[in-house]
């Protein structure tokens, strides 16, 4: 079984999955982790601007069909991962895969963004607007509907800890398997 966690930047992808792979005894790959391991550890800003997005999505499709190869995992998805038509595919078809789309509205996303320091250095901006709300609406407004289709479950993460968002999936899955 893999769980795959999908949303945009500062919905809590890694640090829930984290949780979820320690309470399941699962393992857990963040997939922007993996790309930049193949890339000397560089940021994915930097692997943005020096190879190009076209580069980075086109390694970011290979790394996902890579780790969807493999089983019992919890998969942190790039916000921008499941935007890729490859991705998308392969994710649809995984069997024995459970999809959850972890939600939040942009005012929330941009100030657990802007409180992240990391964030900043270590994500490049996806358009023209910089980086700051405008920039996470408009996103949001063209990823959203490709992240409701994809997930199985949607879990709005604005309201709870990101304790409580693992338990909620725990007991989904739980549900699931009776």
Same mark, same amino acid.
């Given at each position: 079984m893999n769980l795959v966690l999908i949303g945009y930047r500062g919905s809590g992808k @890694?640090?829930?999955g984290r949780l979820l792979a320690d309470r399941l005894n699962m393992r857990f790959v963040d997939i922007d982790h993996e790309?930049?391991?193949r890339y000397d550890?560089? @940021?994915v800003a930097e692997i943005w601007a020096?190879?190009?997005e076209p580069h980075f999505r086109n390694t970011e499709c290979d790394v996902t069909e890579h780790v969807m190869s493999r089983d019992n995992q919890v998969v942190a998805l790039g916000g921008g991962t499941p935007m890729q038509a490859r991705v998308y595919n392969a994710l649809a078809a995984a069997p024995?895969?459970?999809r959850f789309y972890l939600k939040a509205p942009t005012p929330v996303l941009y100030q657990r963004i802007a409180s992240d320091d990391a964030n900043t250095d270590n994500r490049p901006s996806l358009t023209g607007l910089g980086g700051g709300r405008d920039e996470v609406q408009h996103m949001l407004d063209q990823r959203e509907p490709t992240y409701e289709k994809l997930a199985d479950h949607i879990i709005d993460v604005d309201q709870q800890s990101? @304790?409580?968002a693992a338990n909620q999936i725990v007991s989904l899955?739980?549900?699931n398997l009776e």
């Amino acid at each position: 079984m893999n769980l795959v966690l999908i949303g945009y930047r500062g919905s809590g992808k @890694s640090t829930i999955g984290r949780l979820l792979a320690d309470r399941l005894n699962m393992r857990f790959v963040d997939i922007d982790h993996e790309i930049m391991a193949r890339y000397d550890n560089r @940021s994915v800003a930097e692997i943005w601007a020096d190879e190009g997005e076209p580069h980075f999505r086109n390694t970011e499709c290979d790394v996902t069909e890579h780790v969807m190869s493999r089983d019992n995992q919890v998969v942190a998805l790039g916000g921008g991962t499941p935007m890729q038509a490859r991705v998308y595919n392969a994710l649809a078809a995984a069997p024995h895969t459970t999809r959850f789309y972890l939600k939040a509205p942009t005012p929330v996303l941009y100030q657990r963004i802007a409180s992240d320091d990391a964030n900043t250095d270590n994500r490049p901006s996806l358009t023209g607007l910089g980086g700051g709300r405008d920039e996470v609406q408009h996103m949001l407004d063209q990823r959203e509907p490709t992240y409701e289709k994809l997930a199985d479950h949607i879990i709005d993460v604005d309201q709870q800890s990101p @304790s409580q968002a693992a338990n909620q999936i725990v007991s989904l899955i739980t549900q699931n398997l009776e």
